[in-house]
């Protein structure tokens, strides 16, 4: 079936560098979100964007998030400074405009912050 | 505000019990009902989903049956195989281009 990948598949930085996590959704799906899993527990819903634009930001998508995706690239979720809380798994996931309910997940990017 | 609940933690049976994961939800709109698998070091997938009450969804042996009037979506299983282990999620759709998970219940099927 239809895949998203996500790279790299871990990460670990110190607190307070840069961090930019990248996703390339399903090719012919114009809406992106990014979900955070801790512990292998609930998914807790980030952001979603189309048409170059967000949507909607829960409470977890703090100021220090940002998200784009540039013509032709990959969808990114930047986190500029990191904090040891925002050590979790980062899903990436993409659906079609018809079908929004339906979303497909990447496998994941395991960030930890030391 | 809205949201879904899932009371089970982890299950534990053997192969060729009957599975039953409980599910409700609370919302003020007509959401779309999913059930979510998560198999260890894989994003979620979804196994069904359903947008009418009172409806059924069926895939892989999994059915789930929309209840309006209780508001639940119980996820369950004649039988079940120690490939079905993994992290189940009820979750919905909020008509807002975002879902909503619950919690999550490990299953551990034994051999």
């Known amino acids: 079936g239809p895949k998203v990948l996500q790279i790299p598949s871990h990460q670990i930085i110190d607190m307070g560098q840069m961090v930019t996590l990248n996703c390339d959704p399903v090719s012919n799906h114009l809406y992106f979100y990014w979900y955070k ?20 930001k829960s409470k977890l998508f703090k100021d220090q998030f940002s998200v ?3 013509d032709g690239s ?41 | 505000g809205d949201s879904v609940t899932q009371k089970q ?11 039953f994961i409980n599910c409700t939800y ?17 994003g979620p997938q979804l196994l069904l989903k359903v947008t009418t009450a009172n409806n059924k969804g069926i895939s892989r ?8 009037g209780t508001t639940s979506f119980h ?9 079905d282990s993994a992290v189940y999620f009820c979750a919905y759709d909020t008509n807002a281009y975002k879902v909503i998970f619950g919690k999550g219940t490990h299953l551990h099927v034994l051999p």
């Open chain 1, 74 to 114: 990959y969808f990114t979720l930047k986190i500029q400074p990191t904090a040891l809380e925002d050590s979790a798994v980062y899903f990436c996931a993409s659906s079609r405009t018809d079908n929004y309910a339906e979303q497909f997940f990447g496998p994941g990017t395991r960030l930890t912050v030391l």
């Open chain 2, 75 to 83: 996820l369950q299983k004649a039988s079940v195989q120690e490939s």
């Open chain 2, 9 to 19: 933690g982890q299950v534990t049976l053997s192969e060729d019990d009957f599975l």
């Open chain 2, 26 to 42: 609370s919302t003020t709109t007509y959401p779309t009902l999913l059930w979510y698998v998560q198999y260890p070091g894989q």
């Open chain 2, 61 to 68: 042996g999994f059915e789930a049956t929309y209840d309006k």
């Open chain 1, 37 to 56: 899993q801790i512990l292998g527990q609930q998914m807790e819903f980030l952001v979603n964007f189309y048409n170059g634009k967000v949507m909607e």
């Open chain 1, 68 to 70: 784009e995706r540039p």
